[in-house]
């Protein structure tokens, strides 16, 4: 009896623990450390030991290379060449500082699949309001209890976690992280078949968060994350369809809401399978719903683990892949996108595991993530099916906006190593026109009767 009830206080403390690690606020002596010793948004503003991470000197500004009239960026590192190359031949000098995913991505396309490395810049920035902001967030935002949601956190509204305590803290940074603010983008998606053949599919998405739109009602701001608008441009079979998301800070108490309008039957329906393991628009079975942008939506399926910190050559400054004079068929190629086009630099991560729950579903029974101390964009993902086969390894081609000081990719990467295909999703290279930031948007903008007049081919 005595060793029963010493097991039941043991695990009653344990519980305890927990708990405290979940909801646990940031100390002021840790909150002090952001813009000293971390940069604004919580990365460790030194270089590391041997220089080849620099320490952090405020990322690129505005006018850092010329824009073209219509918003493409120039890339400031033009005159660059690349340190070194890895390839499949030399791979094991420097799987240290590679992932599991990657190291699968050499193994399943060793004549093809290299990682071109260059000199390390540490180039994300945001406007300073937005370091204030993440500052307000250190100091007074907490996981609401089971971590699924955001106490505290409409003060500031970007970058929950500047200092984590724990995995989720830092997946909740990649949720909360700044994008410029409202923002209309004209891209295209792409699946290739194992011989690289595709049909391009273009999408004009819009975001909106509550701070930035007109006539929301203060109870719908309350628990308001973003306002997600998606709709088909092409092909002609697909055109006009539109996706509708409303996101919450709390996503368990108020879960996700979506819609979509069907331009060939003019209906709006409710669309529950627009999040966690549903299928991904036009994705020919490729992504999942909570694969967009890398990882979106409730994490309450999981059970998240920070690892550690770790430095790690990942894909940075990938300005070249974004340039208008690239074309789509240069970045497509069978098997996985360009390399040659690549850029990969060496940089600090935040790594993160994610373990679905006992009795919980999603076709993704573990995931991890490596998250870039700077932007808080995750840059690599790995997702394993339910016999722990690596299966998906995703992967952002990060790429700091530096005229609107926000952190973003040229586009996102999703490889099915089983299969041999993936997706490629944000592309804009033959575009009219890049990113528009700063968009006025109405609450009004973003309701199901909204969505028919969205849909007019």
């Known amino acids: 009896m005595t060793i029963r009830k010493s097991m039941l206080q043991c695990s009653a403390l344990a519980l305890s623990l927990l708990a405290a690690n979940v909801m646990a606020a940031v100390s002021a002596d840790q909150v002090a450390k ?9 990365g460790e503003k030194a270089g590391n030991a041997d220089g080849t991470i ?10 850092a290379a010329p824009v073209t009239p219509n918003g493409f960026l120039g890339n400031p590192y033009a005159s660059e060449k690349p340190l070194f190359t890895i390839t499949a031949q030399n791979l094991d000098q420097y799987k240290s500082k590679l992932s599991e995913g990657q190291l699968a991505m050499f193994k399943r396309y060793p004549e093809t699949y290299v990682m071109p490395v260059y000199t390390t810049h540490r180039s994300a920035s945001v406007p300073e309001n937005i370091n204030q902001a993440a500052k307000i967030s250190a100091q007074k935002t907490t996981l609401m209890e089971g971590g699924n949601g955001l106490k505290d956190f409409t003060d500031s509204r970007y970058y929950a976690f500047p ?4 995995g989720l803290e830092v997946v909740w940074n990649h949720i909360t992280r700044y994008r410029g603010g409202n923002l209309r983008r004209t891209i295209v998606q792409a699946t290739p078949q194992t011989n690289g053949a595709y049909t391009l599919v273009n999408f004009e998405d819009e975001v909106s968060f509550p701070t930035g739109m007109s006539g929301l009602a203060p109870e719908k701001a309350a628990n308001a994350l973003l306002f997600f608008k998606q709709r088909v441009t092409a092909p002609a079979r697909l055109a006009g ?13 108020e879960p996700r809401m979506a819609w979509i309008y069907n331009a060939g039957q ?16 036009a994705s020919d079975g490729l992504r999942t719903s909570d694969n967009f942008d890398m990882y979106n939506g409730a994490p309450d399926r999981y059970d998240w683990k920070l690892i550690g910190k770790k430095e ?12 208008p004079t690239v074309k789509y068929s240069d970045i497509l190629k069978a098997g996985h996108t360009n ?47 339910g016999r722990g086969q690596l299966w998906r390894i995703g992967q952002a081609m990060l790429a700091q906006h530096y005229e609107a000081q926000a952190p973003s990719y040229a586009f996102e990467a999703l490889y099915d ?41």
Request: proline share 5%; hydrophobic share 35%.
């Open 339 to 385: 390399q040659q086009l690549a850029r990969y630099e060496l940089h600090r991560v935040w790594e993160v595991e994610a373990t679905l729950k006992s009795g919980e579903r999603n076709i993704y029974a573990k995931r991890r993530f490596f998250v870039d101390e700077d932007s808080w964009q995750i840059a690599v993902s790995e997702h394993y099916d």
């Open 34 to 42: 952001l813009g000293t010793t971390l940069t604004p948004l919580g």
């Open 266 to 281: 003019r209906r709006v329906r409710r669309a529950p399978q627009v999040s966690y393991d549903g299928p991904g628009t």
């Open 312 to 323: 790690m050559y990942i894909p940075y400054n990938n300005f070249q892949m974004g340039l």
């Open 163 to 166: 200092v984590p305590q724990n």
């Open 241 to 253: 369809n539109v996706l509708l998301v409303h996101d919450s800070l709390d996503q368990v108490a």
């Open 417 to 457: 190593i089983i299969s041999g295909r993936y997706l490629a999703i944000g592309m804009n290279n033959e575009e009219k026109h890049a990113f528009e930031f700063g968009i006025k948007t109405s609450a009004a903008d973003y309701t199901p009767s909204a969505l028919r007049s969205a849909g007019v081919r």
């Open 54 to 63: 620099p320490a952090w000197d405020g990322g690129l500004k505005p006018g």
